[in-house]
């Protein structure tokens, strides 16, 4: 079994007339290239079933309007309830009313909804101590829901969406809600590296760390790295489809001749813990 924690669908009225959201700016930076691909849940499933991935993860984006997430979160759980065995869905919320976003975390909850992802909180959330933050995350612990997060290098190349939530914001979240269940995106910007500090890595040892983009982003070499700082219980596969195909992470990944229970781990079972399915 392969599962892949970090996959992109939207509704197909998106796919067909992008240009109608792109008073959004999130949307709008992230797909106003034609290059940009936007895949509906049909599409991925042709995915998983071309590249051998048995469970996707299908994950939002945090839309500014509450309505837009509403809308695009009953898209994520249609798609659940259309392919139960094949889909499973994060939703997401707009901070802009924490009290409506609470209202559509518990929404998502009753909907089969595992979690809020993927997020990008701006720098100024995490700086300023903002309340708002707070609510966002008891309401998650309270569901026992999952937080997925865009985390950003803090070097490098620039690309769209890029952003700038980088590994010490990352690491300030983890230190602030022990409780929180959390997936760091792209590696958590480079957080992992930290963890050399022996301070750095007690404190994210429960944290997870998804391979989204790896390719785009580091040599493969990063995955022996991560596993000798913090072990394979802390890495789980994710694409980040259709941005990068299934079939290239994978192969990155199996081209590594890991040993046959660490690579089970990072493609199976830490996935099956954050999704809570129980693990073989």
Known sequence: MVIDIHTHIFPPLIQQDRSSYFSDPLFRLLYSSKNAKLATAEDMIASMDKDGVELSLALNINWAEGEICKITNDYIMESMAKYPRRIAGFGTVSLNNIVAAVK????????????????????????????????????????????????????????PGKGDTTPELVFSIVQRYPDLSLVCAHWGGGLPFFALMPEVKKVIANTKFDTAASPLLYSSRIYQHNLEILGPDSIVFGSDYPLVS??????????????????????????RRILGIAVD
């Open 104 to 159: 559509e975390i518990d929404r998502c909850a009753s909907g089969g909804i595992k979690g809020i992802g993927e997020m990008r909180l701006e720098r100024d959330l995490l700086t300023t101590r903002d309340a708002r933050l707070d609510i966002l995350i008891q309401a998650l612990i309270e569901k026992k829901m999952t937080l997925l997060l865009h985390c950003s290098e803090p070097v490098g190349h620039s690309y």
């Open 246 to 271: 299934q079939a290239r992470v994978l192969r990155e990944i199996r081209n590594l001749q890991l040993p046959a229970d660490i690579e089970e781990a990072i493609l199976v079972q830490n996935a």
